[in-house]
């Protein structure tokens, strides 16, 4: 049952530091606008200073080209091969940081379309088609992942109404006789419901204690792995609020199990039977 | 404390448990019940517990109808109701006295209150001195006072027994015949469901008698006081 509660709040956490992940490269979003190679320097500042006077613009760099080689001779470590070009292949790059309020899916392309056709732009690239994809598919696994828990919780249900349901077998002469000297429904069934909610607890722990202990043993080699990639992506813990929850969570799902149980099986034992 | 008017009781379209019964108990009196085995004994002290309900007819607890008592409602009702069984349903998983306690501890007794009462059951059934042991180490008739203790530690101005002297010896059954006697006359009013002819002749008590479902001695409250 800890397993079965443990998987899905598992996949939550993952997808929510998948999600941080990309908020975080969302907001770093850049067009970058590569400017014919006939443009001269004069003519990329001018233009420089046009799309900066733009209201949608936050921040624009202009790449010379002359910086560029020199950036790209020491990142590819073609130096000299390098050499051997006549002339620089690389034209002014302008990096483009749009406004916190064009930074949605339609400004950017609206900034897109307006940067491309200035007459002086080669080409635009946004980075933003990779970023959609992941968008796409954490999207998608949330939701999967709530069915998943949809699934698993019914399970939870399931499992603890059955172990319920022996206690309430193992117990049927105690019920019967308490029934017979006059127990109410409620007295009767109050003790497995609190069976229920005990397991619940001790289910809400176990998957605490899997949870807490397979991040541990996954953080080390998550931490080497996004240090390969220099990313900052980290797998979060659960908080004090979210291990509460999940205790409480677990919980209700035993003492609901316990009472689908109680009610399917204990409302059937009549004092009727013995007397 | 208990009326029957007119009281039928029909399990199938054929088999017919009670037809047309009455009779009325007062307080304090103790009656037998008796007739052959199937004459409707049992279905009789059913309905007086609401385990079943009526056909037709009314039965009166207490001043109280049963007839269409909302199902939340049995539970007080049996409160008020002391039973004692054949096969005395006592559970061997505890004590002689959480036996005896059962029925004070569904009503939520603080337990200095529970544990005054028990003691003063078990001591009217001479078995205060086992309370601590389990019922599995009693012989029949202990057991079977640990059930009439059972049944009559909340004190109720009622008390069913069915057949409560069926499994023992003719000494130990007179035995519990003069606990009844002597709840009878603190007011209680006892009806025993028995077969046991020779013992209802003993006890020279009134006498209610039931053949195939019919009430064929014994209707008339004063007869036989």
Known sequence: MGVALALPVALLLVLMSLEGVSAGWESGARVTAYLKLDVGVDEARGLLQEIESDSRISEVELVERDQALAEFRISSGLDE???FLQENPLPHTLLITPEDSARTEAGVEGLVRYIQKMDSVERVQVDLGWLQRLNAITEMLSRAVWALSVLLAAAVVLVIGNTVRLAIENRRDEILVAKLVGGTDSFVRRPFLYT???FGLGGGVVAFILLELSLWWLNGPIERLAGLY????SLAGLSFDGAFALIIVAMV???LGAWVAVKRHMDDIDPGEIA | MIEFRQVTKRYDSDHTALRQVNFALDRGELAFLTGHSGAGKSTLLKLVMVMERPSAGEVVVGGQLLN???RRQIPYIRRHIGVVFQNHQLLFDRTVFDNVAMPLEVTGASPSDI???????LDKVGLLSKEKMNPMQLSGGEQQRVGIARAVVNKPPLLLADEPTG??????????MNLFGQFSQVGVTVLIATHDIALVNEMNRRTLTLDHGRLVAGGSPLMGV
């Open chain 2, 68 to 70: 269409r008592l909302p």
């Open chain 1, 230 to 233: 220099r990313s900052d992506f």
């Open chain 2, 167 to 176: 499994n023992l010896d003719p000494e130990l059954s007179a035995d519990i």
């Open chain 1, 253 to 255: 799902l035993g003492w």
């Open chain 1, 196 to 198: 229920g909610a005990w």
């Open chain 1, 81 to 83: 091969a390098l050499d």
């Open chain 2, 115 to 121: 544990g005054r009462r028990v003691r003063a059951a």
